[in-house]
């Protein structure tokens, strides 16, 4: 048995194998060959095979001092990534102290908006949430495809991304 992408753990030459696969949104195909059958008979067969895990979503970077403009290493990083996944979202979470104003929550949304579709980041795929808590910056998540939807739950250690999945028949499939 040889694997593309994955190599065979345990099981070389009996009737079930354990593969490695090196990278779990890549695809390993793997390919059987039977020795000793008759000339001209079919002796090889190839399947995929692609193991999905709900990776959960990743934070990206943050922003403390929400005057000043995003960090170029962080912008890089988003764009990169947003690249790389092409059917990730970007999840971008305001944090504001209680008693701050709706205009001024507003107008940073709008100036990050304005930043990241700047750099050709498409607008669909940024989701702004607002948390009002007595924490005041910007986080930046990535939610790959399957990972759910997020929501966000305050801890000892402060936001807190936290996954749910709603039943299947309202559930947002993606294509």
């Known amino acids: 048995m040889v ?13 079930t194998v354990e593969v490695a696969q090196p990278n779990f949104h890549e695809k390993v195909v793997a390919t059987v060959t039977i020795k ?9 067969a190839s399947a995929e095979y692609q193991l999905i895990i709900d990776p959960g979503p990743i934070k990206l970077g943050e922003m403390s001092d929400t005057t000043n403009d995003i960090d170029k290493e962080l912008l890089a990083k988003i764009k990169k990534v947003l690249r790389e996944q092409p059917y ?64 966000w739950t305050n801890s000892l250690f402060g936001l807190r991304p936290k996954l749910s999945f709603p039943s299947p028949s309202r559930r947002e499939i993606r294509q």
Not at 101 to 108: A, G, I, V
């Open 36 to 44: 000793g059958l008759l000339v001209g008979c079919p002796n090889s």
């Open 88 to 151: 990730a979202q970007l999840y971008v979470v305001l944090q504001f102290k209680r008693n701050t104003s709706q205009n001024t929550k507003r107008l940073l949304k709008k100036r990050l908006a304005a930043r990241l579709t700047k750099i050709k980041i498409d607008a669909t795929r940024i989701t702004f949430e607002l948390a009002d808590n007595d924490n005041r910056g910007v986080l930046f998540w990535l939610v790959p495809p399957g990972a759910g939807y997020l929501t």
């Open 3 to 15: 694997g593309r992408r994955g190599h065979v753990v345990k099981g070389q030459g009996t009737p």
